[in-house]
């Protein structure tokens, strides 16, 4: 090897460990930032002559250079946080944002999964770029289509009360009333009474109280009244009754059978002729044990459940995120709906992303398609909502590293430096 190659050797290793370098201290100002993933050099070495021009004598190289810039995809430790759209994957895939990155506009892909609302109610990352998944229809029902994921600003309209299911134990030991059943003065011709409540077709609600009345041995009457000022044609304080029917119970306390009269509701302001269906339990009539309900036992008269399916309108008050992506919006009348699924994407060759810097990727023909789906489906990690992935990256390791770089960068210098002083003799030769 001649006193110059050495020096253009010793030129080659500056700048191979000098890129290095450059790599760790990427990596260290990255400690702490959301979703990043280290880096790491790939030296290769470097030779004087092409292959095609090899001979059987062994030729010198001509130093290294760093091919290539490999990143590491190896998980980040999970951060707990406060926040209900924070995002975290605990395994494989990228979440998928869409929006204006570096005034390029397109779809990139992510591993930091700081979300929050933005006044479009969709969930966006601090850049502005929406995170897309599978949207819902007011129903909650998910589709096929992918979409920004919107949150805020979600609207459940009132649902008029249909179908109002009561439990209770009623006391076999009361009397049979001899007195006329008095609507005017329900509670002084009843044995009993449970409160429910039941909404209209504008989610106003509507404290409906019903009355039993034991009529003889195993049997009853039930009454549902509401106040008179609820009602159309009715007299505030007078109770007025919308619907009714009788039970009947086996010696041993099971519902035998029940039967319901007209049930008609014409609630003011709200849509006439509302219906509600009352059901006291699943009689022996109707196919079942008689006990899953509404029974007639040698105990105190007692209401055990209650349930109907009607409800206020409602705006979302808050979210939750399960594992598989579902979002789940947690209403202000206490309902709550799907609102869509966050989708993750994944690629046959990671490696052939390319960095576009905010945290994000850009696919490329060396990466592949993205492979789109739910989370934990097709090898796809879950998501942990209220954590973020932290930096992949070890601090002491790539102190490590950079000590390395540094000696191998004095190392090159000292070629230089030694190849100098000689071609320094070599001219002194002369003199």
């Known amino acids: 090897m001649s006193i110059l190659r050495s020096m253009n050797t010793g030129a080659a290793g500056l700048r191979a460990h000098g ?18 993933k280290r880096s790491r050099g790939v030296f290769e070495d ?20 760093l091919a290539h810039i490999q990143q590491m995809w190896s998980q980040g430790a999970l951060l707990t946080t406060e926040a209900p759209t924070d995002l975290a994957i605990s395994g ?24 929050a609302i933005d006044t479009d109610g969709q969930l966006v990352n601090p850049n502005g770029l929406r995170l897309m998944g599978y949207t819902a229809d007011d129903a909650g029902t998910l589709g096929a289509t992918l979409g920004p994921i ?25 009397p049979v009333l001899t007195a006329p059943w008095d609507p005017t003065n329900p509670g002084e011709t009843s044995n009993f009474s449970t409160n429910t409540t039941v909404y209209d077709s504008l989610g106003n609600a509507h404290e409906v109280t019903v009355y039993y009345r034991k009529t003889a ?3 009853w009457d039930w009454h549902a009244m509401v106040d008179g000022g609820d009602v159309t044609g009715g007299t505030a304080g007078v109770p007025f009754e919308g619907a009714s029917g009788s039970l009947t119970f086996t010696t041993e306390g099971a519902l035998d059978t029940e039967t319901a009269g007209a049930s008609t509701w ?16 699943e009689s022996i009539a109707e196919g079942g044990d008689g006990f899953g309900g509404t029974t007639q036992l040698a105990s105190d008269s007692v209401t055990t ?8 309108g409602g705006n979302v008050a808050g979210i939750s995120v399960a594992a598989d992506g579902t979002v789940t919006g947690v209403f202000s009348n206490g309902q ?9 994407a994944d690629f046959a060759s990671e490696a052939g992303l390319d960095r576009a810097g905010q945290n994000l990727w850009v696919a490329t023909e060396r990466s592949g398609e993205a492979l789109v789906g739910a989370p934990g489906a097709g090898g796809l990690g879950s998501l942990v909502a209220g954590a973020l992935e932290g930096s992949n990256v070890d601090i002491g390791q790539e102190f490590v590293d950079m000590i390395a770089f540094q000696r191998g960068f004095q190392a090159s210098s000292r070629v230089i430096t030694t190849a100098d002083e000689m071609y320094g003799e070599l001219v002194n030769l002369k003199r």
């Open 19 to 36: 890129a290095a370098i450059g790599v760790t201290g990427d990596n260290i100002a990255n400690v702490n930032t959301v979703g990043f």
């Open 46 to 65: 470097l030779l004087g002559r092409s292959i095609a021009g090899s001979s059987a004598i062994p030729q010198a190289g001509a130093g290294s250079r």
């Open 92 to 115: 494989g895939g990228f979440f998928m944002v869409e929006g204006n990155a570096g005034g390029i506009d397109g779809r990139f892909y992510t591993r930091a999964g700081q979300f």
């Open 150 to 174: 919107t949150v805020g600003g979600r609207t459940l309209p009132a649902s008029p009360t249909t179908e109002a299911t009561i439990a209770a134990n009623l006391d076999s030991n009361e």
């Open 217 to 219: 041995d195993n049997a």
């Open 266 to 281: 014409d609630f003011v302001g709200a849509t006439p002729g509302q219906t509600v269906d009352f059901d006291f339990g």
């Open 305 to 312: 459940a209650i349930e109907q399916n009607g409800f206020s």
């Open 336 to 344: 709550r709906r799907v609102l869509g699924q966050v989708a993750l």
